[in-house]
C-alpha cells in the first residue's frame, strides 16, 4: 500500500488524489470524484472537499493509499 504524508491536521480528498500520483489534476480529481470512482475507508466517497487524517485510506481503480 502506498502512502502519503501531511505536515497539516488534513487533506482535501482532490489534493490528496493529485499527491499520491493518481490523477493528473484537480479537474481530472473532480470527475473521478463525482464520478463514485473514489473510496475512503471503504465508503464511496462523492465530495472532493472531504477532509482526510492520519490513518485514512482511499482507493482509486484498486490502488490503496493511506494518509500518514
Do not use: P
Not at 21 to 48: C, F, M, P, W
Amino acid at each position: 500500500m502506498e502512502e502519503i504524508h501531511i505536515r497539516d491536521e488534513f487533506i482535501k480528498l482532490g489534493q490528496a488524489l493529485k499527491l499520491a500520483g493518481l490523477v493528473d489534476s484537480g479537474v481530472d480529481a473532480k470527475y473521478v470524484i463525482q464520478e463514485g470512482h473514489v473510496r475512503v475507508n471503504g465508503e464511496t466517497e462523492y465530495q472532493r472537499g472531504k477532509k482526510l487524517h492520519s490513518g485514512d485510506i482511499f482507493s482509486y481503480h484498486g490502488q490503496d493509499v493511506r494518509v500518514s
